[in-house]
């Protein structure tokens, strides 16, 4: 004889709980916490009510980001967080707008953190850029920071996390604008002129200045350095367009004339998406 008797009053937390009630709700009146109530459904084999917490963040095909509290249809969050959202193993997702902003204000708050370490002004350390839209972190020396942040760190954001509670050190780390970043990038041989890439961004830079008549310069500062032109979607919806297309995809619609350009403009990394 070894079954085990459920007492009374646990019984009744049962039946409540059948009833939709959820474990914070029974605790509550009985001045006990949930984790307690958890235990002991826990301790005596009862069966919880399957969460319900998706059932109202995602409405046909649409997820509630939890920033904007708005409906968007997937297309508008990271595929890798949506996973993690729908497996239950994280219970909010952010917008990829929402993300972008939170990345944004993070990355700052790690800047500030490199600056005080190291006694630099908030500016980028080759110019004399300050506006933090145009800023990113930079490593010194010849060192990947791309193999560092998803190396280390599963996301830009885990980095600027590490870096704001100071455990990464930020002895290898300086602020730069990102037109300057990238050049460090070609200088260091990260980045190559004359490969596949390299062509294929030129070719497309050169459809939309021939297409639309623009210089081949960015259309905002001015800037003619090759290296540092890219294509900037005048109405926004770039990202989502190179979801669906994917990058190559994207471009070699401009390149075979598949997709009128009339939309596109060039512009550098610094002026780009601020
Ligand atoms: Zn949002
Ligand atoms: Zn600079
Ligand atoms: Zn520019």
């Known amino acids: 004889m070894t079954d085990i008797v459920i007492p009374d009053f646990v019984l009744r937390m049962q039946e409540e709980h059948k009833n939709g009630v959820s474990l914070r709700n029974i605790a509550k009146p009985r001045n006990i916490s949930a984790s307690f109530v958890r235990n002991l459904f826990i301790k005596y084999g009862i069966t919880r009510n399957p969460r319900t917490h998706t059932r109202f963040k995602i409405i046909e095909g649409q997820i509630r980001c939890y920033n904007c509290k708005t409906y968007k249809p997937y297309i508008d969050f990271a595929p890798s967080q949506v ?3 729908e497996s239950g193993r994280q219970s909010t997702v952010l917008c990829n707008p929402c993300a972008k902003y939170y990345s944004h204000r993070k990355r700052i708050s790690a800047m500030h953190k490199i600056c005080s370490d190291k006694g630099i002004s908030f500016k980028c350390v080759d110019c004399n850029i300050t506006d933090p839209t145009k ?3 930079a ?16 996301d830009n954001i885990q980095f600027y996390g590490a870096i704001v509670s100071g455990l990464r ?16 990038e070609f200088n260091n041989g990260f980045r190559k002129v004359g490969t596949t890439s390299y062509d294929e961004r030129i070719r497309v830079l050169k459809v939309i200045s021939l297409a639309n008549n623009l210089p081949l310069v960015c259309s905002k500062c001015g800037i003619e350095d090759l290296k540092l032109l890219t294509k900037a979607h005048k109405n926004g919806g770039g ?6 297309r994917g990058p190559h995809g994207l471009n070699w619609d ?11 403009s060039i512009e550098c990394y610094n002026c780009q998406d601020n």
């Open 135 to 137: 800023l990113t972190i």
């Open 139 to 154: 490593h010194v020396g010849n060192f990947s920071g791309r193999m560092d942040v998803y190396g280390n760190y599963s």
């Open 169 to 184: 050190d930020t002895l290898d780390l300086t602020i730069k604008c990102k037109n300057h970043n990238i050049l460090d």
């Open 83 to 85: 996973k993690l959202f």
């Open 254 to 264: 401009i390149i075979s004339g598949r997709r009128t350009v009339s939309d596109l």
């Open 239 to 244: 990202n989502m367009e190179n979801k669906i």
